[in-house]
């Protein structure tokens, strides 16, 4: 069946920076583009940063844009998102997507000093 695996997150000081990784399995994953999205406290869900099938990436959210990276492994069915210079505002529950299959359980990133 389609999963998606998250891992990488953590607790980390304002201007740290974290490495998310999502495994994928149960499709044929260099068909689809992929991407991250987060929930934070009481928030709502918004999309990180979307990637192509072919690693091209398409989107990244305005507050994230400079400091947040999204790449793809098709060889290994991963997708990462590098995130540098974090701030408190980022703290939420990270999932990875594949548009049309689904989505992880998320992993928890919390920026705080």
């Known amino acids: 069946q389609v999963q998606f695996v998250e891992s990488g997150g953590g607790l980390v000081q304002p201007g740290g920076s974290l490495r998310l990784s999502c495994a994928a399995s149960g499709f044929t994953f260099s068909n689809y583009a992929m991407g991250w999205y987060r929930q934070g406290p009481g928030k709502g869900r918004e999309v990180v940063a979307s990637i192509t099938d072919t690693g091209r990436p398409t989107n990244y959210a305005d507050s994230v844009k400079g400091r947040f990276t999204i790449s793809r492994d098709n060889a290994k069915n991963m997708i990462y998102l590098q995130m540098n210079s974090l701030k408190p505002e980022d703290t939420a529950v990270y999932f990875c997507?594949?548009?049309?299959?689904?989505w992880g359980r998320g992993t928890q990133v919390t920026v705080s000093s």
């Open positions: 997507y594949a548009l049309g299959r689904g």
